[in-house]
């Protein structure tokens, strides 16, 4: 099980568990509430990346079906710079970029 909280600029907050399997010695299988179908996670020694994957998204009170493609790459600190290109029936809606950093709790 894996918490994830993103933090934007705008002051929108998503907080999230995932729920991961490992399926494979460098791959895993991940779901979450916003993400039924799930995805696969392919490792190797860069980083990772998803298998494109659905995700259930807000946007002004309508909740938007994304087709999504994310790539991740791991830095020499162990920041993770993460790109991911959303679609809507085809149509490149959004590009995320984010740095992810790990919290101790």
Known sequence: MVKEKF???SGTVIARTMF???VAPECLHVTADD???GADILLDEKGFRFTPYYISAQYKDRRWQLRCFDENVIDENGVIDDTIEMFFWGLHVATMSLSVHRMES
């Open 7 to 9: 933090e934007f600029s």
């Open 20 to 22: 991961v399997e490992q």
């Open 35 to 37: 993400m039924p179908l």
